[in-house]
């Protein structure tokens, strides 16, 4: 009975001899002088990858029909847009619809129906340069719609490290720039925070194609442009 009171006691004032420590750790750490900075990083590149979403439409009084007349079409897009450059790795459908398409008479009856299906793709064509040539060829194989062309860059994650370091080295230069006006020097690093890192690429939503143009044979022009990487880190820096 004794003993087990005794034991009782000892964990009591280790578990108090604990918190009193850790209490004291934190004060120790939240006494340390610090800045806080948030440093930007920009990289600026080429694009080199475009990025397609193309439609196929189909319509029939029957929808099997347009089922099937909308999957021997868009057969054809994906081999002309393959063989004109596409990537056939990384072609992907993104949404499919069939729905039914009514006429009406001035009563609200309906007089006639026909079913449409949708189906739309995405390509990836990693040389930019063949952009036009994919779509031209996708065109001419039965694609009714381009929905969007996106430019991006291809190997992203090595911008967004340059980007990171350019911001990292942004918020200590701010830090060092504070510290010194107040007769101080940056120490050391209490925290970090990696805000974010985003690439910024190229949209396109309205393509006039070259056939549309009155340009005969010619390529339907892209440009890429350039793409914008971007990033945010904010930094607790110890000052002494």
Not at 27 to 55: F, K, P, Q
Not at 145 to 155: A, E, K, L, N, Y
Request: net charge positive; proline share 2%.
């Amino acid at each position: 009975m004794y003993r087990g009171g005794l034991m009782k006691k000892l964990a009591a004032v280790l578990a108090a001899s604990l918190i009193a420590c850790s209490w004291m750790s934190a004060s120790a750490e939240d006494s340390r002088r610090s800045v806080t900075t948030t440093g930007n990083g920009i990289v600026t590149t080429r694009n080199d990858t475009a990025v397609l979403n193309l439609v196929v439409e189909t319509s029939s009084p029957e929808a099997k029909q347009a089922i099937q007349d909308n999957a021997n079409i868009m057969t054809r897009v994906k081999q002309a847009a393959i063989n004109a450059g596409a990537n056939p790795t990384k072609i992907e459908t993104t949404d499919y619809n069939l729905y039914p398409l009514n006429e009406y008479d001035n009563r609200g009856k309906v007089v006639a129906r026909k079913y449409q299906a949708s189906n739309m793709i995405k390509l990836v064509v990693d040389d930019i340069k063949n952009t036009g040539r994919v779509m031209d060829a996708a065109v001419s194989a039965g694609a009714n719609r381009i929905d969007s062309i996106r430019f991006t860059v291809r190997d992203a994650d090595k911008y967004k490290d340059e980007a990171l370091k350019r911001a990292t080295k942004d918020a200590e230069r701010k830090a060092k720039m504070i510290a010194a006006s107040l007769g101080k020097n940056v120490t050391n690093v209490i925290a970090v925070n990696e805000n974010h890192v985003n690439v910024s690429p190229r949209y396109m939503m309205n393509v006039k194609m070259a056939a549309d143009s009155g340009m005969g044979n010619a390529t339907t022009p892209m440009e890429g442009g350039d793409a914008s990487v971007e990033s945010s880190v904010t930094i607790v820096f110890e000052i002494g």
